[in-house]
């Protein structure tokens, strides 16, 4: 049964999704992230050269 589940969902991400938008939604979410996270690491190795200055 569970074998049967499975499969049904599968079949229906498979239909609701064509590969080309699968891919480019993960590329998209990635880029952001990889955005968000350098601003990130910036503003931090700033803060701390900024507070061992004090």
């Given amino acids: 049964m569970k074998k ?8 229906f991400l498979l239909t609701l999704l064509t590969s080309c ?3 480019e ?3 998209k979410a990635g880029m ?3 955005f968000f ?6 503003v ?3 803060w701390l050269f900024s507070r061992g200055k004090k």
């Fill in 4 to 11: 049967y589940i499975l499969s049904t969902v599968t079949l």
């Fill in 21 to 23: 938008e699968a891919v």
């Fill in 25 to 27: 939604t993960v590329f």
């Fill in 32 to 34: 952001y992230w990889g």
């Fill in 37 to 42: 996270l350098i601003a990130l690491v910036v």
């Fill in 44 to 46: 931090v190795i700033f």
